[in-house]
């Protein structure tokens, strides 16, 4: 239960009551945090059960010290999982240490990514066909939904490639320069996903304009004939 997670992460780690409150909460944006001794870090991972066409993440939440590493998430995390499984058939993977471990799981989630984005864009693609062929109140609807899953897609995105940043820049103890340059690599590909993120938003703005000036021109053209 929840309230078992926050005795454990209080009595048992004694992790900071700050931060306790954080991983315990519903939903919270990337960010990282040092408390000295241990690092707090929120990513998000992509929910694989939400609804068909539609982008919806879910926080991870990561307790990282000299030697251990503590992942809070609410139901099952496909990321989490594969690296878990990895482990068991390669016992050098967890050899290399909590953070090498940390990086795993990271990458493993913004390689999940990808799909997702790529689904995004031949959604807008579809869109598209269907503005320049005729306008109708249903498309402006998919427009706007559309509109609110690449918003989504931003908001996570774009802190946590400032998060993933800072652990490439080893500005923390825990990261050694090994683990660091991992973690520039996954940074360069959320540099790449928060462009994607742009270029739909743009894209998709500019869709929005042409459907509403389509129907205006519909429009007109009735109140001519009439």
Known sequence: TPEEGRVILTDLFHFHELAVEDAMSALEFPKVESYGDYLYLILHRIDFKAPEHCFRTHD???F??????VTIHSGESR????????CQRNSRALGEGAAAFMHRIVDSMVDNYRPEVEELGERLDEIEEKVFESSSASLAKDIINFKRDVSSLRRVVQPQRDVVGRLGRREFGFIDEQIAYRFRD???HLVRLVDESMFLQDRITSLLDANMTTGANQLNSVMKVL
Do not use: M
């Open 186 to 188: 996954v940074h360069d």
């Open 64 to 69: 990282l010290g000299p030697n251990y590493l």
């Open 79 to 86: 990321s989490i999982d594969d690296v878990c499984q990895i």
């Open 60 to 62: 991870v939440d990561f």
